[in-house]
């Protein structure tokens, strides 16, 4: 109340003893540390305000990532922190406001990070087709750049919302959003090609080949996933110097320091035909988690330390789409052959020597594939539960009937809530006359 006191105060005094026409200008004032927009279209900048549209993509993500893992089935509650019992419980509501209007800096901010990141892909892109290739060196590929981090910004409002609104528009489905970001990404494809940016490039076919999964297109993700070099990934920096490039999973869930939740019983101990199957490598210290209640489990090779970073874009992810894309148009001999090259790598036995599997069960088998190669990997769990959802393939939340919680309630007898995808937020209805409150 003080703070605004003294500011009444100031523009009192301001205007009594300036005039009236210097009045018109009283707000015109110059804060540091903020840039003014025309100050953008500056050619030197190029590079830097692309390095800007990756280090938001790679804040939303970090965010995204940690909360979808947290709604799926990949964590339980393990906390006395309301918020994240709300999160590790799937209480996420419209008016959840960590959701909706959280930072970088906030615990699964997940709307405006990613809104954030997507609107300034755009911006920049824009700023960057306004200079030349003389005053810019590599504008193009730097263009492909902004138009493929874009994309991803998409591909995370698309799988993860329920339904979305773009820069005040109409509401628009999953389907849509996910229809846009196959754009991006082809747009991204092809200023990558004419640069001669093939990491880029890469990135980009794997993130068209993940949403044309989603939108059931399974010869373009076919096309686009073959192209994926073996041994391909393209990562989100962490590092430990700042709360906002910290690896979110270890801050809040996986760390000692933060045990908010634990790694839930079906992702523990996982094995194939009495092997244990080392891409869901899981332990303990025999701790108690912050809710004093239960133990807390953790991945051994994932998220070991706040400078961990994490997977946007793999060629590990683009296998595990074409073995899903040859089951679902039947051709079981390629999706058996990759799913079998999965298990030499880990060194666990084989799947299926006599190839009687049919289809519905190479399919089964692919999506438990993915649960293990993905575990805690960019919300692919999370989208996998959504996709499948009403199939015959269903993979339930926790507290739904199936899943390891199927009365409704956790292992302290919290109840589950409601929340599969998240909500557009409240603030975004009441804001956008365009959808209405």
Not at 370 to 389: A, I, K, Y
Request: hydrophobic share 40%; proline share 4%.
């Amino acid at each position: 109340m003080s703070r605004r006191f003294d500011l009444r105060v100031l523009l009192l005094v301001a205007a009594g003893v300036v005039g009236t026409t210097s009045c018109r200008d009283i707000l015109s004032v110059h804060v540091p540390g903020r840039v003014q927009s025309d100050a953008l279209n500056d050619p030197s900048l190029a590079a830097t305000m692309v390095a800007s549209v990756v280090s938001d993509l790679e804040c939303a993500w970090n965010n995204y990532a940690a909360g979808a893992a947290l709604i799926s089935d990949e964590f339980i509650q393990a906390s006395g922190n309301l918020n994240q019992r709300n999160w590790g419980s799937r209480r996420i509501t419209a008016d959840e406001p960590t959701m909706a209007q959280g930072t970088c800096r906030t615990q699964y901010g997940v709307y405006t990070t990613l809104h954030t990141a997507r609107f300034q892909a755009e911006d920049i892109f824009k700023r960057l087709e306004t200079f030349t290739d003389a005053q810019v060196t590599g504008r193009v590929s730097l263009e492909a750049t902004v138009k493929a981090y874009g994309a991803y910004a998409l591909v995370a409002l698309g799988e993860g919302f329920c339904e979305m609104a773009l820069d005040g528009g109409p509401l628009m489905t999953k389907a849509q959003v996910l229809a846009l970001a196959e754009t991006r990404f082809t747009e991204a494809i092809d200023l990558a090609t004419k640069s001669n940016n093939t990491d880029i490039l890469n990135m980009a076919l794997v993130g068209r080949a993940r949403v044309r999964l989603d939108l059931a297109n399974f010869a373009g993700a076919l096309a686009d996933a073959a192209r994926i070099p073996t041994g391909y990934v393209k990562n989100v920096t962490r590092d430990d110097s700042d709360l906002r490039r910290y690896d979110g999973f270890c801050e809040f869930i996986t760390c000692a320091t933060n045990r908010h939740a634990t790694v839930a019983p079906n992702y523990r101990n996982v094995t194939w035909q009495g092997v244990p199957d080392p891409r869901v490598a899981v332990s303990t210290r025999n701790q108690l988690a912050f809710d004093n209640a239960q133990i807390h489990y953790f991945p051994t090779n994932k998220h070991t330390s706040r400078s961990f970073p994490l997977i946007l874009a793999s060629f590990k992810e683009a296998r595990l789409i074409i073995a899903e894309a040859s089951a679902r148009t039947n051709d079981l001999a390629r999706a058996r052959t990759l799913i079998n090259a999965m298990h030499t790598e880990a060194v666990i036995p084989g799947y299926d020597a006599p190839g009687t599997d049919n289809q519905d069960q190479v399919i089964t088998q692919v999506i438990e594939e993915r649960r293990r190669e993905l575990f805690t990997e960019g919300g692919h769990r999370f989208n996998d539960q959504l996709r499948f959802r009403g199939t015959k393939y269903n993979i339930p939340f926790k507290g739904e009937p199936g899943s390891i919680h199927p009365n409704g309630v956790d292992a302290t007898n919290l109840p589950y809530g409601t929340t599969t995808c998240f909500p557009l937020p409240t603030v975004e209805r009441i804001g956008n006359p365009n959808i209405g409150g």
